[in-house]
């Protein structure tokens, strides 16, 4: 079993920053992926941004590429989501998601981030 602790989120004005962690946890797992997604109000949820645990490749949405950056500290397994020049279309809820080799896929619990003046 695999639990994902995900960071608060919050509220931050347009053109504002914010950093999101997310930290797994549990027995005998092997990460191949970690990432974010979020759901707005009415929309469907979509991949914000993901990375691979092996290499560190990353691959981002195109709404939030050259604001977001997303990392991981693979001692920690922990994956962070840097988010610059945020935009009211960002207010959503995010989601943490862990992709496994062999125990199939795992999310957080989600944090709401608000951009709003």
């Known amino acids: 079993q695999v639990q994902l602790v995900e960071s608060a989120g919050g509220l931050v004005q347009p053109g504002g920053s914010l950093g999101l962690s997310c930290a797994a946890s549990?027995?005998?797992?092997?990460?191949?992926?970690m990432g974010w997604f979020r759901q707005a109000p009415g929309k469907e949820r979509e991949s914000v941004a993901t990375?691979?645990?092996?290499?560190?490749?990353?691959n981002y949405a195109g709404s939030v590429q050259g604001r977001f950056t997303i990392s991981r500290d693979i001692a920690k397994n922990t994956v962070y989501l840097q988010m610059n020049s945020l935009k009211p279309d960002d207010t959503a809820v995010y989601y943490c998601?862990?992709?496994?080799?062999?125990?199939?896929?795992?999310w957080g619990q989600g944090t709401q981030v608000t951009v709003s003046s």
């Open positions: 549990g027995s005998a797992f092997s990460i191949y992926a």
């Open positions: 998601n862990l992709q496994t080799l062999l125990q199939g896929a795992y």
């Open positions: 990375i691979t645990w092996i290499g560190g490749i990353t």
